[in-house]
């Protein structure tokens, strides 16, 4: 019983995350302003991290923790990036003065 039950609500849970990063999908690309397409980017990047966590309880399996850790790094260094492009205009400051 336990166990269809944590079924459907994975299964629930992945299918409302894939309707999430579409519709975000949908604001990167259309988004009015450069900061909403950033939001937009830094969310898609949790719920991939959730997605992969939610396909690891699925399959359950613990080999999807290195992909949910890497996804997390990457997103950590492109939010990063973008919020320093959005403030200064550019990522790499290459005048030191």
Known sequence: MTKEMLEIVTEFCIVVTSISIILLLYRAVVGPTN???AV???TIG???????????IYL??????D???LIGILLFIGTV???K???K???IERDMD
């Open 81 to 83: 990036a973008i919020a």
């Open 35 to 37: 900061p909403d397409r």
């Open 40 to 42: 937009a980017l830094d």
């Open 67 to 69: 992909v949910i850790l």
């Open 85 to 87: 492009f959005l403030e």
């Open 89 to 91: 205009g550019v990522i």
């Open 60 to 65: 359950v399996t613990t080999q999807l923790n």
């Open 46 to 56: 949790i719920n991939l991290m959730a997605l992969a966590g939610l396909i690891a």
